[in-house]
């Protein structure tokens, strides 16, 4: 197997505060690279894992699904839990419905969740029948590089495994379904300009994360990446001063 260039999982051994970064689907640790080294910079304990089937071949994907991205998840959270303090759970687009789904399972676990145009709902309405027809239709075009910025590129499949998208209804349908188990506060930052994930997320989050605080930002002069768009400085403050207001002594909080 081998990777694409830049498509490293990212592992940093800091302080007792550590964060856990989920990329998106079809993506790579790539796309939030720059986010996860501007937390381990700042001392943090950060784990940014590659999901299975990412950063290969599209035809490696199609043979992993939902399942396999969440146990991903989970391995991860349970290393920095192992080593930390306090934990904090991040993710942009797919990777923020996992994000989501671990601080519903591990309610206690988490000091704080923060969202970068998280994917809760069926977008693409081609991915209704995607069961149907993964048996006929073995890809469609990709989704990566949804990006303002130019000259920016988002290492990720320029198609997308349909057998893989199939499973993606399971994984949003539980993550709806519980987030009112949620109880760690919520920050968001969300593209109004988003070409993959459109308001719907948002407004489902926003009604159903009941037990808990759920704080918006925009992200006015970014697309779907914003993590590597015009807004990724903003998203990276924000979420650090996130993790200081939030977590122990140890994150900066007095």
Request: charge should be neutral.
């Amino acid at each position: 197997m081998t990777l694409l260039p830049g498509a490293d999982p990212f592992r940093h051994s800091g302080g007792p505060t550590g964060v856990v970064l989920c990329h998106g689907f079809t993506g790579t640790p790539q796309s939030l690279r720059p986010w996860a080294e501007h937390l381990a910079a700042a001392g943090l304990t950060v784990d940014l894992p590659r999901l299975p089937g990412h950063g290969t071949t599209w035809r490696d994907m199609a043979r992993t699904g939902a399942d396999d991205w969440l146990r991903a998840a989970e391995q991860a959270f349970e290393r920095v839990r192992a080593d930390c303090d306090d934990v904090f759970v991040m993710g942009q687009s797919m990777g923020g419905c996992l994000a989501l789904r671990l601080a519903e399972l591990h309610p206690a676990a988490f000091r704080g969740v923060v969202l970068v145009n998280p994917s809760l709902a069926l977008e693409n309405k081609a991915l209704f029948f995607a069961p149907l027809l993964k048996r006929f239709l073995p890809s469609v075009k990709g989704l990566a590089d949804d990006i303002k910025k130019p000259g920016v590129h988002e290492i990720g499949y320029d198609r997308v495994p349909v057998a893989a998208a199939a499973t993606l209804p399971k994984l949003w349908t539980a993550t709806r379904r519980d987030l009112g188990a949620v109880t760690a506060p919520i920050l968001v930052y969300r593209s109004p300009q988003d070409h993959v994930v459109g308001p719907a997320s948002l407004r489902i989050l926003e009604s159903g994360a009941v037990n808990t605080t759920v704080t918006v930002r925009s992200c006015d002069d970014s697309y779907h990446v914003a993590t590597l768009d015009y807004d990724a400085a903003a998203i990276f403050a924000g979420s650090l001063a996130f993790v200081r207001e939030h977590g122990g002594r140890a994150a900066g909080k007095e």
